[in-house]
T-cell receptor, first 114, second 109 residues
Framework: GAGVSQSPSNKVTEKGKDVELRCDPI?????LYWYRQSLGQGLEFLIY????????KSGLPSDRFSAERTGGSVSTLTIQRTQQEDSAVYLC????????????FGPGTRLTVL | AQRVTQPEKLLSVFKGAPVELKCNYS??????LFWYVQYSRQRLQLLLR??SRESIKGFTADLNKGETSFHLKKPFAQEEDSAMYYC???????????FGQGTRLTINP
């Protein structure tokens, strides 16, 4: 009965390095979302996966950002050549296909780029 | 384009006073509106949705299509209501939520 889990909880990296953030959705949830929560910016949508459909990548801020969802479950958000402005809390959420608006959020990964 | 605006970043009221968190939206069709809440050291969670027309923890919100608003109200604020509140919109056929920037509500004793 675990909720959405994310790892790591905190990540400190140097500018220019690549980072990978992981999300484990609730079992049985077919929809998975990534958001970014930064100071003064609220919650920004990044990318959305629904079953086997092509992901909605419309929120990714640049081509340095990418995400995968393997086997319809675990997802990895990758940020290449990190910049200081990438510092934020990255939230993952999942939901049932028939109730996508009731999203269950993970605890987030706090990313700090030095 | 879909947009959600929460004009107040910070809102502070005294315990027992009425509270209203403002939310305005921009969408050409018929949206679905939601309020999400994040209490201190807890995860973001759904508070209520307009189609349910229910009251959760004493909070209600009415969708006003004429004013394109979905303000969150509670007649008597409690200290445990202190949290970050996000208004969100889902467009017709859309599979994602568009969030406002959030309002941090502080209830003073």
């Amino acid at each position: 009965g675990a909720g959405v889990s994310q790892s790591p909880s905190n990540k400190v990296t140097e500018k220019g390095k690549d980072v990978e953030l992981r999300c484990d959705p609730i079992s049985g949830h077919t929809a998975l979302y990534w958001y970014r929560q930064s100071l003064g910016q609220g919650l920004e949508f990044l990318i959305y996966f629904q079953g086997n459909s092509a992901p909605d990548k419309s929120g990714l801020p640049s081509d340095r950002f990418s995400a995968e969802r393997t086997g319809g479950s675990v997802s990895t958000l990758t940020i290449q050549r990190t910049q200081q402005e990438d510092s934020a809390v990255y939230l993952c959420a999942s939901s049932f296909r028939l109730d996508v608006e009731t999203q269950y959020f993970g605890p987030g990964t706090r990313l700090t780029v030095l | 384009a879909q947009r959600v605006t929460q004009p107040e970043k910070l809102l502070s009221v005294f315990k027992g006073a009425p509270v209203e968190l403002k939310c305005n939206y921009s969408y050409s069709g018929s949206p679905e509106l939601f309020w999400y809440v994040q209490y201190s050291r807890q995860r973001l969670q759904l508070l209520l949705r307009h189609i349910s027309r229910e009251s959760i923890k004493g909070f209600t919100a009415d969708l006003n299509k004429g004013e394109t608003s979905f303000h969150l109200k509670k007649p008597f604020a409690q200290e445990e209501d202190s949290a970050m509140y996000y208004c969100a919109l889902s467009g017709q056929g859309a599979q994602k939520l568009v969030f406002g920037q959030g309002t941090r509500l502080t209830i003073n004793p």
